[in-house]
């Protein structure tokens, strides 16, 4: 079992659906990551929270909006989605400082319809 | 880019042979970590080499890096059936929001009984 959950593990939506994903740990680590992964690739990174504030954003279109409420929790809303935007999406959590490893989720397949 | 070139992409052993991978990347880091992936899973971090080390040893494996070739290998020890998966580099900068990560594009490695 990952310390990082991430739900749902599977979503099917159409282009001009609303979703959002969700990932939460109990780690206490205070910086979030999210990534995309499509078939085959290594995982490309698009968001970083650190102390809940918004600390990278890698140029990622505004379809994708990124929300932390607390420490333990981390959204990505969902909005007018392309069909090459289907992939795994993985959340990572770790502490902000230092040389610290990364924890996973194991993701939420997303399809675009 | 910091990202890892990965070699070779996929890898075919039998159980109880070792298995190396190597990695070069082109800029400036401070530490370099490995993860392995299981189809369908999250990533799972394995060991971190800090920039001013040479060789870190965890269990079966040992991860050997190399600044001045920009370059790192991981080896695995006597492999078994269940290391079969992807494995990707990860050069990594800290930074004070956390580490950013760049994964290389990864190496199948199949272990067959």
């Known amino acids: 079992d990952t310390e990082v959950t991430q739900t749902p593990k599977h979503l099917v939506m159409g282009m001009t659906n609303k979703k959002s994903l969700k990932c939460e740990q109990h780690m206490g680590h205070r910086a979030m990551y999210w990534y995309k992964q499509k078939a085959k690739k290594p995982p490309e990174l698009m968001f970083v929270y650190s102390y809940e504030k918004l600390s990278i954003n890698e140029s990622v279109p505004s379809r994708f909006s990124p929300e932390c409420p607390n420490s333990s929790l981390l959204n990505l809303h969902l909005h007018a989605l392309q069909p090459e935007d289907s992939a795994l999406y993985l959340c990572?959590?770790?502490?902000?400082?230092?040389?610290?490893?990364?924890?996973f989720g194991d993701g939420t397949r997303l399809s675009i319809l | 880019s910091q990202q890892g070139e990965e070699d070779p992409q996929a890898l075919s052993i039998q159980e109880g042979e070792n298995a190396t991978m190597n990695c070069s990347y082109k800029t400036s880091i401070n530490n370099l970590q490995w993860y392995r992936q299981n189809s369908g899973r999250g990533l799972v971090h394995l060991i971190l080499?800090?920039?001013?080390?040479r060789e870190k040893h965890s269990g079966r494996l040992r991860v050997t890096l190399d600044t001045s070739k920009k370059s790192s290998s991981l080896l695995i020890t006597a492999s078994r059936a269940a290391d079969t998966a992807s494995y990707f580099c990860a050069p990594a900068l800290v930074e004070t929001s956390g580490s950013r990560l760049t994964f290389g594009e990864g190496t199948q490695l199949t272990v067959n009984p």
């Open positions: 080499i800090r920039s001013n080390e």
């Open positions: 990572a959590s770790s502490q902000p400082q230092g040389f610290q490893p990364q924890h």
